[in-house]
């Protein structure tokens, strides 16, 4: 292919639709036809990133490569294309209008009145480009955040619009909408499906493609009514039933044709059929189990359950290589502060401690620790879950009563995680300097050295706080081993205990490279032991 198509996915009647699950099965399904395939999103709110948004707020904030805070659609695109994305790949309204003032402040628009039309959806079209023409894609997937009939998502709709009418069948538009089940009437209804259209059309734009989100089947003169009231052809509407897991959605699609739609209207021809093997290799494993374990997952957050998507997802990920069905068990590390751990863990195979920011749940992350330590439970930590373990090993192992992060207390007496002295310097980041790739050297015959089974890896990270070297030979004295470290600043990035089933943390988020094709192999090794500490 000579010229990228360009794919624009809408949402409708009701948010959480699923738009970034149906955006990363078409990119599933074209990648293994041979495409060439990126998808981005475009969230409509006016923060730069979210990443000083509340999990409440927003669920997780994803971190790419090159060090961007993101939405967490983006570990979809991840999970489902095995692909990195960068900055590039998450736009929001925030970055379009900074980018436009800077440029009004610089002159660049020659004392013209700014306007939302042309100067705001052009930064947008030039965002959408951009990732084309310095990926060289096939196709490009973007998502626009947000439902349509928002306020803020109209300049996004005016772009898509300018864009179909420039490019024409180079461009497709697919709207996701939902077709509600009433149970009193015993009916599948199309009105909302047949609105939102409209609304859509009110704003200039004509859907190629609407993929119906349903609890139930769709007949054919569902469909049939559908395409005649919403003006496409009835092969054009397509079915998302209710899965009971995500990764069934590719294969869903592919059934339903949306791939061959998008193949149609973007007139591409002699395209190979789909490779899914691996795909369904992978969700033979994950329905055929062989063993069960229960983890527990202690954190802040544990009742919003995207504030975690991507340490759940890896767990799903890790589970199917070990043909293990992993049930997670959300806790609230702030239960720990008052309540015995042995009742609170009692029947968990495993424990992980989950990152975050913040004193809330703090003592309870470092009493769950201890018990774990002790009773020699597979315990992983994570970011503030592995400065947690640091704290817990410093108190009760020590002796250094007075141990602690002086994020959450400044004037510890023995600040063992402390934030780093090239950072003490930085300001207005929103407090989480350390972002993206960071280069880790493994020491050979440790627990992380085993399950990389590399000598050099580069993980993601995302925190302001580190492990403080003036205590190194303290924790090393007591049994503590550093496992990982990133030579060129001489940083802590994994800490191990050898005399434990599996005692591991780590400063970086693992959780962010796991994906379908490649399950990170510290959940992997995780979820090893969760079984063996089971069966013994």
Known sequence: MNQTKYVFVTGGVASSLGKGIISASLGNLLKARGFRVAIQKLDPYINVDPGTLNPYEHGECYV??????TDLDLGH???????????????????????????????????????????????????????????????????????????????YIEAVRQMKWELDDRCVSIHLTLVPYLKAAGELKTKPTQHSVKTLLEQGLQPDIIVCRTELDLDNSIKRKIALFCNVSETAV???????????????????????EVLKKTKCTNYPEPDMKEWKDFLNRLDNPKHEV?????????????????????????????????????????????????????????????PGFGERGIEGKINTIKYVRENNIPFLGICLGMQCAVIEFARNVIGMK??????????????????????????????????????????????A???????????????????????????????????????????VEIIELPNHPWFVGVQFHPEYKSTVLSPHPLFVGFIKAAIENKNK
């Open 294 to 354: 229960n983890v527990a997952l202690v954190g802040k957050y544990t009742e919003l359950k995207d504030a975690y998507k991507s340490i759940l997802e890896a767990f799903t990920h890790a589970g199917a290589t070990q043909l293990c069905n992993v049930n997670v068990h959300r806790i609230s590390s702030e239960l720990f502060e008052e309540n015995n751990p042995e009742d609170l863990l009692a029947g968990m195979d495993a424990v992980l401690v989950a």
């Open 449 to 491: 050295h085993s399950v990389y089974n590399e000598d050099n890896i580069k993980e993601r990270h995302r925190h302001r706080y580190e492990f403080n070297n003036d205590y190194k030979n303290d924790f090393l004295n007591k049994g503590m081993i550093f496992s990982g470290i990133n030579e060129k600043d001489n940083l």
């Open 77 to 155: 695109y991840e999970r489902f294309l095995n692909d990195p994305t960068s900055m590039r790949n998450n736009v929001t309204t925030g970055k379009i209008y900074k980018s436009v003032i800077e440029k009004e402040r610089r002159g660049d628009f020659l004392g013209k009145t700014v306007q939302v039309i042309p100067h705001i959806t052009d930064e947008i079209q030039y965002w959408i480009k951009t990732l084309a023409k310095n990926g060289n894609y096939d196709f490009v997937i973007t998502e626009i955040g947000g439902t349509v009939g928002d306020i803020e998502s109209l300049p």
């Open 402 to 447: 007075g141990a602690h992060s002086t994020e959450i207390n400044p004037n510890a007496e023995c600040p063992v995680i402390d934030i780093m002295e090239m950072q003490k310097k930085i300001a207005g980041l929103g407090g989480t300097m350390r972002l993206g790739n960071y280069d880790c050297h493994l020491i050979d015959g440790t627990v």
């Open 64 to 69: 790419t490569e090159d060090g961007a805070e």
């Open 238 to 260: 397509i079915q998302s039933i209710d899965a009971d897991t995500i990764y069934r959605v590719p294969l869903q699609m592919r059934d339903e044709g949306l791939d061959i």
